[in-house]
């Protein structure tokens, strides 16, 4: 017994790999179980809690963070229609994350007035400070109903240059063109931490 926990303990697997039967030992964290064989689920270090013959990994990898509910998301519209936009997310509580996710939001939770279009108040292209208030069907939705959320950096429509908040609206310093949107309060600050 002492020999086989020390091969377990120095072993490496990766995810596939078998590692025992269920009639030996019971299948832990990192494991899976299939017609009665027990699989590594991910990669890691190999070990076997002797006292209750459980089988587990000690994982190696990072898993990505994910938003959970109340969790201030930082990211990039990626889709606008009419009544919902699509929103990368690139940071979570103030952490850069690359893990691909995507956050909703319906017209219906922009502000806590009434928006007709999405388009009335983000862009493609809008760097956006939101809240996440549901994972319901794994998927994050978003609002921005309150005055510290909403568009962080924003670009023209029509010439790309960046625009400057004047009299709550934004104008492109290059064309003219006055644009709106639903602002965060620190629109256009370094310091509000979003990624550029």
Not at 86 to 107: K, Y
Not at 133 to 141: A, L, M
Request: glycine share 10%.
């Amino acid at each position: 017994m002492a020999s086989l926990r020390g091969k377990l303990l120095q072993r490496f697997v990766t995810p596939g790999e078998q590692l025992g039967v269920i009639e030996e030992f019971l299948p832990g964290s990192g494991t899976y179980v299939d017609d009665g064989e027990i699989y590594a689920s991910e990669a890691g270090a190999l070990q076997l809690d002797a006292r209750r013959r459980e089988i587990l990994i000690q994982p190696k990898t990072r898993r990505p963070r994910v938003p959970k509910v109340g969790d201030i998301v930082v990211g990039q519209v990626v889709n606008a229609s009419d009544k919902t936009l699509s929103m990368r997310v690139d940071q979570i509580d103030g952490e850069e994350t690359n893990s691909g996710l995507t956050g909703i939001m319906h017209v219906s939770d922009i502000i806590r007035g009434y928006v007709k279009s999405v388009n009335d108040a983000y862009r493609v292209g809008d760097i956006v400070r939101a809240r996440v208030i549901s994972t319901k069907n794994r998927e994050y939705h978003l609002t921005t109903e309150e005055d510290r959320l909403g568009v962080l950096k924003a670009a023209c429509v029509y010439c790309g240059h960046p625009l400057t908040l004047q009299r709550r609206r934004l104008r492109c310093s290059n064309c003219g063109e006055v644009g709106q949107r639903k602002i965060a309060s620190d629109f256009g600050k370094e310091s509000s931490g979003w990624v550029s």
